[in-house]
């Protein structure tokens, strides 16, 4: 089972992600669950939605307190709440954000982190590209198909446009996949820096 979290504010499309991601993932023939957290869902407030994919029939209902993915849809909840709580070295992190990484003040995290777990993404930019809203859940969608590869791309889109119509859902579309190429970039980029410095490492050595 992969189980996904999703940290936002009311407004940005925390619980509708996580409803897509269920549905991708429904297009591909797998089981999947999506609900929100109990509490406050006022316009601003901090919300937490869920995500269950398994391949065979989901049974529990709980909160996810151990994610093997976390995205976070407002980068100003880094440092309110305890959101990394219950990662792993493992767990995929996705941040919306312009900023870098070395800039979030998240060194803990980072450390904890297996190379290639931790990416950003300006999803809000995107969003206000295509959209024109400031709501960045289906470009983080797009990201997350990419980081993951727990769900296609294409199973993304058609999520999409099975939620939003007209220009809304393809707006929403074009954010998503110019996230997914974004993330796909950014991990060969890791990768390409990894195997240099693995490189180097073997000529200091010879």
């Not at 959209?131 to 889109?157: D, H, K, Q, T, Y």
């Amino acid at each position: 089972m992969f189980q996904i979290r999703i940290h936002g504010r009311g407004g940005q499309g925390v619980v509708t992600a996580a409803e897509m991601l269920a549905q991708a993932a429904f297009y591909e023939d797998k089981f999947a669950q999506a609900f929100p957290s109990f509490g406050s869902e006022r316009m601003g407030a901090p919300v937490v939605a869920f995500c269950r994919i398994d391949d065979k029939e989901i049974r529990l209902r709980e909160p996810i307190s151990e994610p093997d993915a976390l995205l976070i849809q407002d980068p100003t909840l880094l440092h309110q709440l305890d959101i990394f709580s219950g990662i792993s070295p493992a767990c995929y992190v996705l941040i919306n954000t312009t900023r870098e990484i070395d800039d979030l003040a998240i060194d803990a995290v980072v450390t904890q982190l297996h190379p290639g777990r931790l990416f950003t993404l300006p999803a809000t930019d995107l969003a206000l590209k295509y959209v024109g809203r400031a709501v960045p859940n289906a470009a983080l969608l797009g990201g997350f198909a990419a980081m993951a590869a727990m769900v296609s791309i294409e199973s993304v889109e058609r999520a999409i446009r099975s939620k939003f119509s007209g220009t809304v859902a393809e707006g929403n579309v074009m954010a998503a996949r110019e996230s997914y190429h974004h993330i796909q970039a950014e991990m060969g980029s890791t990768v390409l820096g990894a195997v240099t410095s693995a490189a180097n490492q073997g000529d200091s050595h010879a």
